[in-house]
């Protein structure tokens, strides 16, 4: 079982062993740190990182990603491609189960991305297996067949068919927006759902009978840590045997005998997300100035130490489509103010207020709590939008707090900007997150709305050729750049502890350190 994760998680790269004379542990518990609470253990529902971690040991997909960043079958035992691209034939390994002992099928496969497409579900997912208005089609044609139509192209396809499956047994019988399984859940992969305890942890154990290689650790604790100082003091004292290290904490951890730490970019980027159905941000002239009145830099220097990179587009540097003269609006709060005072703002220089219509120009950031180089970004550009006269508050939430308000089902949205991040897949395909259709149930609850950028998001899809979609991707970039929805602000790099006892690592990047999970033993000290 591969775990791809679809958010930011604590992970690293090949470590050696401990010392030649080690051994095996006899305690295989493996106590790692959750970011926060998770919100629904159900891959078709959630949306959120901790989620989408818990569930990733508990469920598999038809494929899954390798540590190389590749494609290969998991629950599929192999498929088939027609000449024309449109129809693929899935064979399932035979003998698998499901955690409470009954038998997986195709039947399971097709009722996942059936339930999906079904309306009444409250997924963010549903337009990742629509071309053009038209359902994807499944068909089982046999308990280990499965048979997937299209009626055109679709280059994100396989890239799709790593969502974890859900039982159709468990599900067909219960509404699953409100099922009680979506706090229990019951899946096929390599570690089965025994407890969780809000606020406190996530206890998973061994799958036992797994398809694949059984696990070598027993149990897994996945403790919930909002704080990142407070999950590093529990790191350095033992308690959990990963955590994320601040940049400031970086040298002092790496010296310390205990642990390896490592360094790495993955697919990450960190943003301002403006509400662009906001009176203040439905204008681009006025996103274009915040743009150019925040100093990246100081951000980068100053709060991640120059642990990362300035961002500028939708992207990562380390994804093929990233262009080699990405679009960016350059650091100018001079110009900036010559623009807003083009649409009508007039800057008090001696009170240092921007005002339009006699009312001073505000607004409020929303971020979640815990996250420090978050929290201090926003406060970096409070001070940076004061130097304009804009007085912006922040308030930190709790996480789930936090991502109802982001994700609510509301037009317009109630919040006016928010600090977040988001960790990409290995497709380029971005349909969710940019499309206007994609408001407001969907990721893009920034209510961004280009119709270029709709039709570039549409023609993406549709083309097989990697250059073409380069091509594709690299003119939506810049649209969107210029544009502003999102004030891009940096690229984090990566910053991980492991506890030396951690063994069966894989090498750094975006499919993670603890991949696949079955490689992972802890030796004794």
């Given at each position: 079982?591969?775990?791809?994760?679809?958010?930011?998680?604590?992970?690293?790269?090949?470590?050696?062993?401990?010392?030649?004379?080690?051994?095996?542990?006899?305690?295989?518990?493996?106590?790692?740190?959750?970011?926060?609470?998770?919100?629904?253990?159900?891959?078709i529902l959630s949306t959120d990182s901790p989620s989408s971690s818990v569930n990733g040991y508990v469920f598999s997909g038809l494929l899954n990603v390798t540590p190389e960043l590749e494609l290969e079958p998991d629950l599929a035992e192999s498929y088939t491609v027609s000449p024309d691209g449109l129809v693929y034939l899935f064979k399932l390994k035979q003998s698998i189960k499901w955690h409470d002992g009954k038998d997986f099928t195709a039947h399971d496969v097709k009722f996942t991305y059936d339930t999906i497409l079904n309306p009444a579900t409250?997924?963010?997912?549903?337009?990742?297996?629509?071309?053009?208005?038209?359902?994807?089609?499944?068909?089982?044609?046999?308990?280990?067949?499965?048979?997937?139509?299209?009626?055109?192209?679709?280059?994100?396809?396989?890239?799709?068919?790593?969502?974890?499956?859900?039982?159709?047994?468990?599900?067909?019988?219960?509404?699953?927006?409100?099922?009680?399984?979506?706090?229990?859940?019951?899946?096929?992969?390599?570690?089965?759902?025994?407890?969780?305890?809000?606020?406190?942890?996530?206890?998973?154990?061994?799958?036992?009978?797994?398809?694949?290689?059984?696990?070598?650790?027993?149990?897994?604790?996945?403790?919930?840590?909002?704080?990142?100082?407070?999950?590093?003091?529990?790191?350095?004292?033992?308690?959990?045997?990963?955590?994320?290290?601040?940049?400031?904490?970086?040298?002092?951890?790496?010296?310390?005998?205990?642990?390896?730490?490592?360094?790495?970019?993955?697919?990450?980027?960190?943003?301002?997300?403006?509400?662009?159905?906001?009176?203040?941000?439905?204008?681009?002239?006025?996103?274009?100035?915040?743009?150019?009145?925040?100093?990246?830099?100081?951000?980068?220097?100053?709060?991640?130490?120059?642990?990362?990179?300035?961002?500028?587009?939708?992207?990562?540097?380390?994804?093929?489509?990233?262009?080699?003269?990405?679009?960016?609006?350059?650091?100018?709060?001079?110009?900036?103010?010559?623009?807003?005072?083009?649409?009508?703002?007039?800057?008090?220089?001696?009170?240092?207020?921007?005002?339009?219509?006699?009312?001073?120009?505000?607004?409020?950031?929303?971020?979640?709590?815990?996250?420090?180089?978050?929290?201090?970004?926003?406060?970096?550009?409070?001070?940076?939008?004061?130097?304009?006269?804009?007085?912006?508050?922040?308030?930190?939430?709790?996480?789930?707090?936090?991502?109802?308000?982001?994700?609510?089902?509301?037009?317009?949205?109630?919040?006016?900007?928010?600090?977040?991040?988001?960790?990409?897949?290995?497709?380029?395909?971005?349909?969710?997150?940019?499309?206007?259709?994609?408001?407001?149930?969907?990721?893009?609850?920034?209510?961004?709305?280009?119709?270029?950028?709709?039709?570039?998001?549409?023609?993406?899809?549709?083309?097989?050729?990697?250059?073409?979609?380069?091509?594709?991707?690299?003119?939506?970039?810049?649209?969107?750049?210029?544009?502003?929805?999102?004030?891009?602000?940096?690229?984090?790099?990566?910053?991980?502890?492991?506890?030396?006892?951690?063994?069966?690592?894989?090498?750094?990047?975006?499919?993670?350190?603890?991949?696949?999970?079955?490689?992972?033993?802890?030796?004794?000290?």
């Amino acid at each position: 079982m591969r775990l791809f994760k679809l958010a930011i998680i604590y992970l690293g790269v090949l470590i050696g062993l401990y010392g030649c004379s080690s051994s095996l542990s006899n305690n295989q518990v493996l106590t790692l740190r959750l970011g926060a609470e998770p919100s629904m253990l159900n891959p078709i529902l959630s949306t959120d990182s901790p989620s989408s971690s818990v569930n990733g040991y508990v469920f598999s997909g038809l494929l899954n990603v390798t540590p190389e960043l590749e494609l290969e079958p998991d629950l599929a035992e192999s498929y088939t491609v027609s000449p024309d691209g449109l129809v693929y034939l899935f064979k399932l390994k035979q003998s698998i189960k499901w955690h409470d002992g009954k038998d997986f099928t195709a039947h399971d496969v097709k009722f996942t991305y059936d339930t999906i497409l079904n309306p009444a579900t409250n997924t963010v997912r549903r337009s990742d297996y629509i071309i053009d208005g038209k359902a994807i089609e499944f068909k089982v044609l046999d308990e280990h067949t499965l048979q997937i139509r299209m009626h055109k192209p679709f280059a994100p396809l396989l890239n799709r068919l790593t969502m974890g499956i859900i039982p159709q047994h468990i599900y067909e019988v219960t509404d699953i927006n409100t099922a009680k399984e979506n706090q229990t859940p019951i899946g096929t992969g390599p570690y089965k759902f025994k407890q969780w305890e809000t606020s406190q942890f996530v206890l998973l154990e061994a799958n036992e009978d797994y398809y694949d290689e059984v696990p070598k650790i027993k149990k897994i604790i996945l403790k919930i840590i909002p704080d990142n100082n407070t999950a590093l003091i529990s790191f350095e004292k033992e308690e959990i045997l990963s955590s994320g290290i601040p940049g400031k904490d970086f040298k002092r951890i790496a010296e310390n005998d205990l642990f390896n730490t490592y360094r790495y970019y993955d697919l990450a980027y960190t943003y301002l997300g403006l509400n662009c159905k906001h009176p203040l941000f439905s204008n681009k002239n006025v996103r274009k100035a915040l743009a150019m009145s925040i100093d990246k830099r100081s951000i980068v220097d100053g709060i991640l130490l120059g642990y990362g990179k300035p961002a500028h587009i939708p992207t990562s540097p380390e994804m093929w489509t990233y262009p080699k003269k990405p679009f960016f609006y350059d650091y100018n709060q001079k110009d900036a103010l010559t623009i807003l005072e083009q649409e009508g703002y007039v800057f008090d220089k001696e009170k240092k207020v921007l005002s339009k219509d006699d009312k001073p120009v505000t607004f409020k950031i929303i971020t979640n709590k815990g996250n420090k180089d978050r929290e201090l970004a926003a406060t970096l550009i409070q001070k940076n939008l004061k130097e304009i006269g804009i007085d912006v508050s922040i308030q930190l939430m709790e996480w789930s707090s936090f991502i109802a308000i982001v994700n609510e089902h509301v037009d317009p949205k109630k919040f006016d900007a928010v600090i977040l991040g988001w960790s990409l897949g290995l497709d380029p395909d971005a349909y969710s997150l940019w499309h206007s259709k994609e408001y407001p149930k969907g990721f893009n609850f920034v209510g961004y709305s280009n119709s270029d950028v709709d039709d570039y998001l549409v023609l993406g899809r549709k083309e097989l050729d990697r250059k073409e979609r380069q091509i594709i991707y690299e003119e939506m970039y810049d649209e969107i750049a210029k544009d502003v929805p999102y004030i891009f602000l940096y690229y984090p790099e990566s910053l991980v502890g492991l506890n030396k006892i951690i063994q069966g690592v894989s090498p750094a990047g975006p499919a993670g350190l603890l991949n696949p999970i079955e490689n992972i033993y802890l030796i004794e000290k």
